[in-house]
């Protein structure tokens, strides 16, 4: 059964197991990126400055003025630790929730070029579409030639009056139904 086991270990095609200390340490991902976006929301707000700027100024105003109450033997020692530790751990947090919006941003901005793609594809077929709608309506008859055509066929009378009002009636209607004329 050992040989087994040693075997597994061996192949490349799967992951290995989890050793060590990080074998019962499990952190979800997504749970620690959400705490992570958590506190650096926080530490970028003005209600997080001013905390902070009252506790400093409490903490050195005790530490100057209360001697009594004086628990930081070297003066601001233990603030600029706190400061230290502080930013020790601000800094990695901040840079993960920095992280997991750049992820989002670079998913965004495939979904973007996806969607503007497919909206470029849409539009030049509506484009090709309409140009050979347009040219079918250029192909038709229109009532006007339809009209013309008809009139030029059946012949009319020259003497005929009523032939000549037909005319005239006609023409100003063209000129009427035509802007550029």
């Known amino acids: ?15 290995r197991t989890a050793r060590g200390i990080g074998s019962f340490l499990r952190l979800d991902p997504d749970a620690v990126g959400r705490f992570a976006e958590g506190i650096a929301r926080f530490l ?25 109450l004086r628990w930081d033997p070297y003066p601001f020692i233990l603030l600029n630790l706190a400061f230290s530790t ?24 495939e979904e973007d070029r996806n969607r503007a793609a497919q909206t470029r594809a849409d539009t030049e ?7 050979s709608l347009r040219v079918s309506v250029g192909e038709l008859a ?3 030639f339809i009209r013309g055509e008809l009139n030029r066929l059946v012949p009319e009378d020259p003497d005929d009056e009523a032939a000549e009002r ?6 100003r209607r063209e000129a009427a139904a035509d802007p550029v004329g």
């Open 1 to 15: 059964m050992a040989e087994a086991e040693r075997r597994a270990d061996l192949r490349l095609d799967q992951p």
């Open 44 to 68: 970028g707000t003005g209600r997080f400055l001013a905390v902070q700027t009252i506790l400093v100024i409490v903490w050195i105003a005790l530490n100057v003025v209360a001697v009594d």
């Open 86 to 109: 502080q930013a020790a751990y601000a800094a990695p947090l901040i840079l993960l929730a920095q992280n997991r919006q750049a992820d989002r941003d670079r998913i965004q901005a």
């Open 125 to 131: 077929y509506l484009a090709r579409e309409l140009a």
């Open 142 to 144: 229109t009532r006007d």
């Open 166 to 171: 037909k005319k005239k009636n006609k023409k």
